[in-house]
């Protein structure tokens, strides 16, 4: 699959006063290395300086392609069929198209007909929705799916995975069920932002069936590298909650992780005594 760059350009212009680059003109220039966050944005008189506008209006075209852009279910049914856990499903959601999904966030939690998937009686059901950003399950899924499959391998077993469209989490509740699983696994898009668009979380939910609370689930979010959490770390937390669910017999606000995320490098800002950035 090719897809265009996700994130909209994001650098300022050097504030220049003749000939030279003034560096202390603009000193919130090295805290943009370390944040996606729009902050210290040059302004031109009372508005916003013209880089910054453009670059605010091309964010918000991400995002909203990353809500509309239906996602390409053969490619990801073909990534999923390479992990070897048997042949990927493909369901809808009660709604029918993305207007609707988009108004009724109630029918993206049903699905469109009966599931008829037969029990299988795995330990794990693993569903792949595109929720609200089409473009995170596109670039990510099938890192993120193989790096959950070799992490559950040993311990647990899994049953074949299902792909849902217009699909809201709890969509899982109802394919776990019937897939006979003891939790589920959904891995859907998250909300675009106006500084990320292409980022993954998992919801974890012990006992999957319909009228599960979002209290009663787990949520490991932000799985975009090498920007977020890696495909590794999201697996392993994963691993880690799954344990405590097993050993609990119940999934939500009380199962808390132990397993700790690879911190992303940073940098130093180095603030002085006068605090200025050096």
Not at 15 to 24: L, P
Not at 171 to 186: E, P, T
Not at 201 to 216: C, H, K, M, N, V
Not at 240 to 258: E, H, N, T, Y
Request: proline share 8%; aromatic share 4%; charged share 20%.
């Amino acid at each position: 699959m090719t897809h265009r760059p996700i994130d909209a350009p994001r650098s300022v212009p050097p504030v220049t006063q003749g000939d030279e680059t003034v560096d202390s003109l603009d000193p919130w220039g090295r805290m943009r290395t370390h944040t996606l966050a729009r902050i210290g944005l040059r302004r031109a008189g009372d508005a916003l300086a013209t880089p910054e506008v453009l670059a605010l209006n091309a964010s918000h075209a991400l995002a909203r392609d990353a809500v509309r852009t239906p996602l390409e279910v053969a490619a990801v049914h073909a990534a999923l069929s390479e992990l070897e856990l048997g042949a990927p499903v493909h369901v809808t959601s009660a709604a029918g198209d993305r207007d609707q999904y988009l108004r009724r966030p109630d029918l993206g939690r049903i699905p469109s007909g009966p599931l008829e998937f037969g029990s299988f009686g795995a330990d794990l059901a693993l569903v792949v929705c595109d929720g609200l950003s089409a473009t995170a399950v596109a670039e990510h899924a099938a890192g993120l799916c193989a790096a959950l499959a070799e992490a559950f391998a040993p311990d647990y077993s899994l049953a074949p995975p299902v792909i849902a469209t217009q699909a809201r989490v709890a969509l899982g509740d109802h394919i776990g069920r019937s897939l006979g699983a003891r939790a589920v696994l959904v891995v859907i898009g998250e909300r675009p932002g106006l500084s990320v668009t292409d980022s993954l979380g998992i919801y974890l939910t012990f006992a999957p069936q319909p009228g599960r609370a979002d209290s009663e689930r787990n949520c490991i979010s932000n799985i975009r590298p090498p920007h977020g959490l890696s495909y590794a770390d999201a697996a392993a937390v994963a691993h880690d909650l799954i344990d405590q669910m097993f050993r609990a017999g119940r999934s939500g606000v009380s199962i808390k992780p132990r397993a700790s995320a690879t911190p992303l490098p940073s940098r130093p800002l180095g603030i002085t005594s006068d605090s200025e950035i050096v």
